[in-house]
């Protein structure tokens, strides 16, 4: 046989069959796909970003969809860095965050919009075998010195001065930190700074910082990721936002008490945070850019936060500029996204009447 | 020796001494074990990821998109073929016709200095291939997350495999095929297209499935170009983001959510499969082309 | 002839060389192109990372300090490039665990590989032989995330709850198998998870050399009473030696460059160098994957461009090793004929 009609036999074997079959799955896939987009001249949005906000987008997001068939909103947990990131790119469309964004960077880019949706709050873990149903008592101060490896050991006086009484364990601690640019970070370092000078003359705050190197510790990839590392390494001691809560439980990890700006010792519930938001709600500008951290107030939790979506003020189409304008309206009302059945799932607090105000103003600039 | 004729002395009835035979022996048994153990993870590896993947799968996964951490993996898979396949589609045009100039137009010093160009290519991280599409195609292009980006990230990494393969199989075309050829008066294309190429044709195509193979497995490069969707691919090249199976192994896994650990798990075996079954064809193929030489 | 035709003949020829000329240089056009596309990736990582490597310097090489600064404070001048103030890039500790985990990947491999290979060429009875090598190709083809995958779910509990605290109790004297025995994240599990992957490059390329080396040499050997096995060991790895080189330094390219599966399991260190085998590491790699986003949050830029330095050195690095991988395969005469 001749080589070429040996080559042509291969190719009714082989090629053709292979050729036909995969672009039928290809022509389906693009019908089924142009299909779907035929449906509603609506919108794709892409929300990425914090990790903190991503259960509370993914029950916002079918809940909102059913109601709003034409938009197709997209979720990712990549971090608060990668949200304003991607954001100000413009290559996502929302962008979560439990960090506003910097001056210096705002100053680039003009035109973001740094919108709170909900109030949240983080939580300091602990994983101490015996003690993780008493909730132990940790100090900002205290922590600086932990995550500096200036406190190395669970029964350092320091640590025991707080918690009269209680008999700790002779373990040298293990603080875990996120690796990735997370808005968990930066709330849980300004509460550092805030609270201990010499974090915040040093150290300072920000979505990522240059934590020491402590001996022991370890990095984390996202709020799952702290709840693993935590999970696997007992007397560790980690920052998790309360979202994650009942993993938490689930887990059986410790939930501390922090020493707020009073000096009194705060679980992070509901009433804590609720009078941790009273006081500083008023300090909220118009653009929104502001710390809840460390609130004074005898029941105020420190470390409470505002949970930004970062959005370009300019949308390249008034369709994608539309749906993003209902999508955050309804995510700020209280009948829609800032229910209670969302809130309670995820341990958040609704935004307060005059913050939710100043929210919708800055949504109706999205254009 | 002569001295020993009357004493006791014990005959060995092997024919090497006993320090060799142990050695022999204990040579075999390593590598024998070491290869049992090289399998015994192999197996481990594939044990774990049929067995997880087969038990997460529900027909969900293979009816849904992606809701969040949960729902199916339609648009991962349609995501997946898509990238895959246009990479590849776009590499073998260049590819082809470098692997063409190398083997059949080998004068000079024009050809081993692309080689090496090229085999320098295939040591190059796909990270950095990823960061360089992100930093030219996604930001300053302006194509944000697309499908064209991811398309060209892949397309980059495969052109080395196509290339090479390519050459390596034009030659082992027997010389006096193309000589004939040419003494028949036939030019450089009709020889190369209408002799070498259908000759090849099996291992040019083993090359091509080699780059499906490793498309298909890709992650760091897509995670900066392609991004990622929840949603069925709107037919869009350019911004416009795109899901793929390697992205829900890799970030969800690490998700606290049992549902999200399912679809990582489900993935993990759709990826596997499609590696398997594609060496399963090129070893087919090949072995189809190394027995047609032996025969004619 | 007559003229017409001699012209007619002349235009034929013309026609036969234009058509072969363009097709060979639409080849070599081809072919340029596709060489191009690595130097501009190189020109182009060294173009946007000229910056960086001016405000770094030396140091980056040589500190062990990744900061970007403070992220809310604003942008100063230092050597003449606008950052962050306190922004500092040095990434010895991402060129440590790189080079460390890729050492323990082929301490792993090599050995392994070497006596997989021996095995396969001479120890399987000929019909099994093509299977049981499909099944070695098959773990090269198995996708770095998937590796990471496993490395993850069974890996990592496996050696951080029962390996390593076994290792730190009965063989912790040994330098680097002492102290704390972490969480299974870190640098042996790295290690572990990337000689799996390179393993089947060096055992493939190995055994093709040896059943490829003439019968003479194996005969010969036997016929001076040497057993098969010591025909093997003394006689036919020598001869492949330079083949062996040469597929250990291309497994040790690839295994420089691994992303995912090192990502998944080593633990994300910044700043510190490992002091033993259980601390986490970083690699180049994984570095970029990871850090990627929180770069493009500095508005001066310097951070994205420090992380092109970091993959121009990592680009550089793979280069310089795959480039002496190939000199040294093709010297042998030997090419290798698994694309990899």
Redesign the interface.
């Known amino acids: 046989m001749l ?2 009609q ?3 036999s ?2 009714t074997r ?2 053709i069959p292979c050729a036909c079959v ?1 672009g039928l ?2 022509g389906s ?2 019908a ?3 299909n ?2 035929k449906t509603g001249a609506g919108a ?1 949005l ?1 929300e990425t970003g914090s990790s903190l906000l991503y259960p509370l ?2 029950l916002w ?2 809940a909102y969809t059913q109601s709003h068939p034409n938009v ?8 608060s ?2 949200g ?3 954001a ?4 996502a469309q929302i962008g979560a965050s439990d960090a506003y964004m ?4 705002l ?2 880019h003009r035109d973001m919009l740094n919108i709170p949706l909900a109030i949240s709050m983080q939580m300091v873990n602990y994983n101490l075998p015996g003690l993780n149903r008493d909730h132990l008592k940790l100090s900002g101060p205290v922590l600086a010195e932990i995550y500096q490896g200036k406190v190395k050991n669970w029964n350092d006086k320091s640590i025991a001065d707080l918690n009269p009484g209680v008999k700790l364990p002779n373990h ?1 601690i293990i603080p875990v930190h996120r ?3 997370s808005g968990d970070t930066f709330i849980f370092t300004q509460y550092l700074s805030f609270s201990a000078p010499e974090w915040g003359n040093s150290i ?5 910082v ?2 020491p ?1 402590v ?2 510790e ?5 709020n ?2 702290m ?3 935590s999970k ?2 007992p007397y560790s001691i980690a920052y998790i936002g309360t979202s ?1 809560e009942n ?1 938490i439980e689930k887990d059986g990890l410790g939930i501390a008490m922090l020493r707020n700006h009073d000096g009194d010792f705060v679980l992070p519930e509901t009433k804590t945070a609720d009078a941790a938001a009273a006081v500083m709600v008023a300090k909220t500008p118009k653009d929104e850019r502001v710390s809840l951290i460390f609130a004074p107030g005898a029941d105020s939790y420190p470390i409470i936060n505002y949970e930004y979506a970062i959005v370009n003020r300019k949308q390249p189409s008034p369709a994608t500029a539309a749906a993003l304008r209902d999508f955050f309206t309804w995510a700020i009302s209280p009948s829609g996204g800032n229910a209670e059945r969302f809130m309670k799932e995820v341990n958040f607090v609704a935004l307060p009447a005059t913050v939710a105000k100043l929210s919708a103003d800055q949504i109706a600039e999205i254009q | 020796m002569a001295s020993g004729i009357l004493e006791l002395r014990e005959v060995s009835a092997y024919a090497i001494g006993r320090r060799r035979r142990f050695f022999d022996r204990l040579g075999w048994t390593v590598s024998a074990l070491a290869f049992l153990l090289l399998g015994g993870a192999m197996v481990w590896i594939l044990a774990i990821i049929l067995l997880s993947g087969f038990g997460s799968l529900t027909p969900e996964v293979l009816t849904h998109v992606t809701e969040g951490t949960g729902g199916g993996l339609l648009n991962a898979i349609e995501g997946t073929l898509v990238l895959a396949l246009g990479g590849v589609l776009l590499a073998v045009p260049p590819g082809l016709a470098c692997g063409i100039y190398l083997a059949e137009f080998d004068y000079g010093r024009l050809a081993p200095a692309i080689r090496f160009l090229i085999d320098v290519l295939v040591g190059v991280p796909s990270i950095v291939i990823g960061y360089f599409g992100y930093v030219t195609m996604v930001a300053m292009l302006g194509w944000e997350f697309s499908a064209a980006a991811g398309c060209v990230a892949l397309a980059i990494i495969s052109l080395p495999y196509i290339s090479r393969t390519t050459e390596m199989a034009l030659r082992g075309v027997p010389r006096g095929l193309r000589e004939a050829a040419y003494a028949l008066g036939a030019n450089d294309r009709q020889v190369v297209m209408g002799i070498s190429v259908p000759a090849a044709l099996s291992s040019i195509l083993t090359g091509v499935l080699l780059a499906l193979a490793i498309s298909v497995g890709e992650t760091a490069p897509l995670l900066y170009t392609a991004g990622w969707s929840s949603y069925l691919w709107n037919g869009h090249l350019i911004k416009e983001p795109i899901g793929y199976l390697t992205y829900v192994i890799w970030a969800f896994i690490t998700e606290p959510f049992e549902s999200a650990h399912r679809l990582a798990y489900a993935a993990a075996l759709f990826v596997t499969l499609f590696v398997l079954v594609i060496s399963v064809l090129s070893r087919l193929l090949l072995d189809r082309s190394a027995s047609r030489f032996r025969r004619g | 002839m007559s003229s017409a035709s001699l012209v007619s003949s002349d235009r034929l020829r013309w026609r036969r060389i234009s058509r072969a000329a363009s097709f060979r240089s639409l080849t070599a056009l081809s072919a340029c192109l596709v060489g191009l596309v690595l130097v501009l990736i190189i020109l182009f990582l060294a173009l946007y990372a000229w910056p960086a490597v001016q405000l770094n310097g030396a140091g980056f090489l040589t500190q062990n300090n990744w900061n970007l600064g403070n992220l809310y404070g604003n942008p100063v001048t230092v050597h003449g490039q606008t950052i962050l103030p306190g922004a500092q890039y040095g990434i010895l500790f991402l060129i440590a665990g790189t080079l460390l985990s890729t050492a323990i990947a082929l301490l792993i491999a090599v050995p392994f590989g070497v006596a997989s290979a021996m095995f396969l060429s001479e120890g399987v009875p000929p019909p099994m032989r093509p299977w049981i090598s499909f099944f070695v190709e098959l773990l090269a083809a198995i996708p770095s995330v998937v590796y990471g995958l496993w490395g993850y779910v069974v890996v990592i509990p496996f050696l951080g709850h029962y390996v390593f605290p076994f290792v730190v109790r009965w063989l912790g004297f040994i330098p680097f198998l002492g102290g704390p025995s972490g969480s299974g994240y870190g640098l042996f599990t790295a290690g572990f998870v990337l000689s799996l992957m390179i393993v089947p490059l060096i055992t493939a390329t190995l055994r093709d050399a040896l059943v490829e080396q003439p019968r003479e040499l194996r005969e010969g050997a036997m016929a001076l009473g040497a057993t098969r096995f010591e025909a093997l060991w003394t006689v036919l790895l020598p001869a492949v030696r330079r083949v062996l080189t040469g597929a250990t330094i291309l497994a040790t390219g690839r295994a420089l460059g691994e992303t995912m599966a090192v990502l998944m399991v080593s633990g994300n260190a910044l700043n510190y160098l490992p002091g033993n085998i259980y601390t986490p590491i970083s690699t180049m790699a994984s570095f970029i994957v990871s850090q990627l986003d929180s770069a493009l949050q500095d508005p001066t830029g310097m951070a994205v461009r420090s992380l092109a330095e970091v993959a121009l050195v990592l680009c550089l690095i793979s280069i310089v090793v795959n480039a002496l991988a190939r000199v040294l395969l093709y010297y042998q005469g030997h090419q290798v004929q698994r694309a990899f």
């Open positions: 080589h070429s040996k080559s042509i291969i190719l082989w090629l995969l799955a290809l896939g693009v089924i796909a142009s779907a987009a794709n892409l987008f993914n997001v079918p197709r909103i997209t979720t990712q947990s990549t971090g860095g990668t304003i990131s991607q100000v790119e413009g290559i910097s001056d210096a960077l100053k680039q040298s690796t990735d640019g300072r705050y920000g979505t990522t240059s934590w190197a001996s022991g370890l990095g984390a990839v996202g799952p990721g709840i693993t590392a696997d390494n994650y993993a």
